[in-house]
């Protein structure tokens, strides 16, 4: 989206770039602009849902609390240090994968992401039909194509809409969810609950791993709402602002999940909201409902966005696709269309499936983000030839067997620690009652075994790469 500041010419209202490189004369925000952006983009009734499990698997509330507040705080560390990927190398998140697993074998990475995108979108849709039907009629068939074309087209604008979105909904919601704290502390413990004993080893590690693989979730969409911040961005801040927005939204309202779930002998995310806002008075419930499916329909936005631009990505690894708003919005559709037949198809009791969703997503992020961080942390320390990352017989190949590889032991590795309820459970997550710790033996091992790999990159050859990629930016750029 081309502007120049001195010129007369209004910035465009659609947003003119997908997967392409973003020019430093183009960059723009602040860097605080991450904190309101994660936080709206966390505070969703999904993650309150994830709150629930601890005190329905007998941990009082207070203990959940400490496994969500240590497992959100794992996980969203994780996350946050992707946002320093986006100033950095001025590329969506996905995409910069291709250093690491190459154009063509980045696809395997992308499958599992584009899961998880839809995944959310489809979960996210329900819920805001859920509490759109306190007040209209509940018609699934009209309102998931419905509320899924709003946030098509939130995301069809593009980037600066979904920044202002999210960070005006975070004041709404931030006075929504005080209140409705406040009076949940008011509510009595539950009989049921006040009579379990409060705290088992193997709850409080699904508890922590529940809330640890929802934050890493979100590390596939960092970068995409970080890459217009000018290159010169601080780091520390960078990461510190999107770790405050991820890490206490998720902390918040996971806990207040935990601490609904013990006063009420039986939660579900909608109705639990209703009865305990209209403490306050009839019908606040229902106001902080609805607040609640504006911002899931934002999000919803945030993770088409999300979509469209892993999978044109993948497209281009086979297909040149040209970076115009026409793919854009054909990508857009088609999340769209696939987010609705999926969300009419699902079973009713969707709560059960969200929590193997999360763990299920899990499996497959960890070994990525491991690889990826590990790769511009430790091996690339944030330089990279962005020209190279389109060319497909570059420096980093269609298919790099480094990423590839230990991608596949990390996911391997976890298999004897995966514990999905009802589907499989791994040897080693039996032998401790079923608690997953998967997420840890992946981070490592995928991590370490791209660390040892990586020693053989000629980084000389990078180098020089480097230095025609940026003389060639350059060009393009003052052109």
């Known amino acids: ?39 709206t983009g966390n505070f969703v009734l999904p ?15 207070l203990v959940s609390f400490l496994a969500i507040v240590l497992g959100a705080g794992v996980g969203t560390f994780f996350m946050a240090f992707h946002a320093n990927q986006g100033p950095r190398m001025g590329l969506p998140q996905m995409i910069q994968s291709r250093a690491q697993f190459g154009s063509r074998g980045v696809i395997l990475p992308f499958l599992a992401t584009v899961f998880v995108y839809v995944g959310f979108m489809v979960f996210d849709v329900i819920l805001a039909t859920d509490g759109l039907a306190l007040v209209l009629p509940d018609v699934r068939w009209f309102w998931y194509p419905v509320l899924t074309a709003l946030s098509i087209l939130i995301a069809v604008v593009g980037h600066d809409l979904l920044h202002l ?71 520390p801040k960078l990461i510190f602002f999107t770790y405050l927005g991820a890490a206490g939204s998720a902390i918040w309202l996971m806990g207040l999940g935990s601490l609904l779930a013990s006063r009420l002998p039986e939660v579900d995310a909608v109705g639990t909201i209703k009865q305990v806002g209209d403490e306050l008075f009839p019908g606040f419930g229902t106001i902080v409902v609805l607040v609640s499916a504006v911002a899931l329909i934002s999000i919803m936005g945030v993770n088409a966005y999300g979509a469209m631009l892993t999978g044109i990505s993948g497209l281009d690894a086979f297909r040149r696709v040209k970076a115009t708003q026409t793919p854009r919005v054909v990508g857009l559709t088609v999340v769209g269309v696939l987010t609705v037949v999926v969300a009419l198809l699902i079973p009713a009791d969707y709560l059960g499936s969200f929590n193997n969703f999360v763990l299920f997503m899990l499996y497959f992020l960890v070994p990525w983000t491991a690889v990826n961080l590990v790769d511009f942390y430790a091996v690339r320390h944030g330089k990279y030839a962005i020209t190279e990352i389109f060319n497909p017989d570059g420096i980093y190949r269609r298919w790099s067997w480094r990423g590839l590889i230990a991608y596949v032991l990390g996911v391997l590795a976890m298999v004897p620690f995966f514990s999905l309820p009802g589907l499989y459970t791994g040897p080693v997550a039996a032998a401790i009652g079923g608690a997953d710790l998967s997420f840890a033996v992946g981070l490592g091992v995928a991590g370490g075994a791209y660390y040892l790999f990586s020693r053989g990159i000629d980084h000389d050859a990078e180098r020089a790469a480097r230095e025609r990629s940026e003389r060639e930016l350059e060009g393009a750029a003052q052109r």
Do not use: C
């Open 1 to 39: 989206m081309a502007h120049d500041p001195t010129s007369a010419e209004p910035r465009r209202v659609l947003e003119q770039r997908s997967i392409d490189y973003v020019p430093r004369a183009e960059r723009r925000g602040k860097v605080w602009h991450q904190a309101p952006f994660w936080f």
């Open 165 to 235: 979105v999210q960070r005006w909904l975070t004041y709404v919601l931030i006075v929504a969810f005080a209140i409705t704290t406040v009076i949940a502390f008011t509510l009595p413990a539950a009989p049921a609950v006040a009579a379990t004993p409060g705290f088992d080893l193997t709850a409080f590690l699904v508890q922590f791993s529940l809330a640890a693989g929802y934050n890493i979730s979100y590390a596939v969409y960092v970068s995409d709402y970080s890459r217009y911040l000018p290159a010169d961005s601080s780091a």
């Open 47 to 61: 993650t309150l849902v994830i709150g629930f499990i601890g005190p329905e698997l007998g941990l009082s509330a």
